[in-house]
Every structure is written in C-alpha cells, then in structure tokens.
C-alpha cells in the first residue's frame, strides 16, 4: 500500500465534473493523478500538473484515496476490474450519479474487495465547483467521512453529511434533481411563450430572477404542507387546474409546447377524481406518493 497522503488523490473519470474535480484540487495544493478512457482529456489535464495514469490499476495503486466520477454506477465495475486493480486498503468516493439502491449496491461491491466506500454526490451550478451556492451530499460510515473530510471539503463550500446509509446521498442529490428538471424546463416553457407572443424576453427574464425569496417562502410553505399529507381543498384543486389550462392555452395560442404544463394538469385532474371517489380532498402530493 502506499504512505497515506492526505494532499494526494487519485481521480479516475474525466468528463465535465471529472475535469472540475481535478482542476479544484490543483488549485488547493494536491498531487492529482488522472486516467480517463480516452486519452485526450488525460493529456489536457495533465498540461496543468496532474500526474497521467496509462491504466486503472495504475491510477489506483499511486493513492489510498480515489474519486470515481463516471456517468452511472454500471461504469465502476467495468473501470475498477480493470488489470484487476487491487483495491484493498483504498478509500473510493464515487462522485458518480446513480439510483440510492444502486449505490448501496456499488458499496457493497467495493467494502466487499476490502476497500471503504464513502457516497458522494455534486450539487451544483453545473461545473462550478466552487460556485457560493454549490454543495456536496455525502453518505457512508462517519468514520470514513471524517477520516476524508477536509478532502471532500476542498470541493465545494458545503459538504453536506446525511448518514451511514449509503444510498442517502443520491436519495437527495435525485430529489433535488428531479426539482430542477422540472424548474429549467417550465422556464424555457415560459421563455418560448414570452418570445413567441412577441414580448420582451429581457423584460420577462428580469421580472423571474426578482422572485427567489418568493420561491424560497413557497419552497417552505408547500414542503411543510407536504409533511402533514399535502397542500389543497377541492377548490384549490380546482383553481389550480384551472390555472393550468389558462397556461396551455396562452401557449398552444403561439405556438409553444405545452405537454408540461399539461402533465401538471393531469395530475390536479387524478387529484380532483380521487377527492370525488373518497368523499374528502385528495392533495396531488397523496398523487405523487401513490396513496390516494
């Protein structure tokens, strides 16, 4: 095994997260060494001082700590059985995005080969590490998390530790995804109905930015009322459904696709039909959850 050095890691993955990784622990100091399937993104990275690994085992054995930053769990095993790399007595942090059960599935794979196994998952201003705003779920054992803290807070400026269950960071991390999916796509939805109706999309982009307090109190107000069940009485229900149809028309008028907004609807529309078949209101988050 090699002497542990806390300012020494390896990072196995180069796509955009992969890079920025790298580029954040130049920037603070460690000694990098890289591998990527292809090797034009090893040799750019290595014009800024990371150290280029010609096989995994390679990558694996010159470090005690290894990030993993690839594009799903899948990727691990085919990387990690490379040469085989041996991978006992290493600590691997996959930074990778992945199901909370295929996770737990990845980590029980690693510690299995003798290695500990710590979940981490990006939350970010896309490959802005460093962005105010940017932050890191991690889960695992807390001892491992501690033993790597000070790595894993070089990231980003928020490390966020949520538990000894390995699946617990990407449960958050996918939440939280699942939430901007649906942000930046009704976004664009409005944008396209603003430019498309002939209105000043500037104006318009202007008038939206101003409202994040206002989505910070509405974060609060319907995630408490989520906690008690969900938010909304039958004429909520019905005012929202409304609401949703004035949207699809003001955008099917110019034009605009609008299957978002009707998904949205349909789920008001399940909402009002339960409500009616129970004989009380059904909140669409008793739809979401399959309870209703």
Do not use: C
Request: hydrophobic share 40%; net charge negative; aromatic share 8%.
């Amino acid at each position: 095994m090699t002497a542990y050095n806390k300012k020494s890691v390896t990072v196995i993955g180069l796509g955009p997260m992969g890079q920025a990784t790298v580029k954040v622990l130049l920037d603070a100091g460690y000694d990098v060494t890289a591998w990527n399937r292809t090797r034009p993104k090893l040799d750019a990275i290595a014009e800024l001082g990371a150290k280029p690994a010609d096989t995994v085992a390679e990558a694996i054995a010159a470090n005690d700590v290894v990030l993993l930053s690839l594009i799903h769990y899948d990727a691990m095993y085919g990387v990690l059985e490379q040469g085989p790399a041996d991978l006992a007595g290493k600590t691997i942090v996959n930074l990778s995005s992945d199901s909370p059960e295929k996770t737990r599935k990845g980590a029980a794979w690693v510690t299995e080969r003798g290695a500990a196994f710590v979940t981490g998952a990006y939350m970010t201003q896309s490959d802005d590490l460093k962005h105010a705003s940017s932050r890191l779920y991690v889960s695992g054992p807390e001892t491992d998390y501690e033993a790597h803290r000070e790595l894993l807070e070089t990231l980003v400026p928020g490390v966020e530790y949520l538990g000894d269950d390995y699946g617990l960071a990407q449960l958050y991390y996918q939440a939280g995804l699942a939430q901007f999916h649906a942000f930046l796509t009704s976004l664009e939805q409005a944008v396209a109905i603003i430019d498309a109706g002939g209105g000043d999309v500037d104006k318009f982009i202007e008038f939206a930015s101003n409202g994040t307090e206002s989505n910070r109190d509405f974060t609060l107000f319907f995630g408490a009322a989520a906690k008690q069940g969900g938010w909304g009485d039958i004429a909520n229900l019905k005012m929202m459904h409304a609401g949703a149809q004035h949207v699809i028309d003001a955008a099917e008028e110019v034009g605009v696709d609008a299957s978002l907004t009707r998904a949205v609807q349909d789920h008001y529309q399940r909402a009002l039909d339960a409500s009616e078949k129970a004989g009380h209101p059904v909140p669409v988050y008793q739809i979401l959850r399959n309870a209703a």
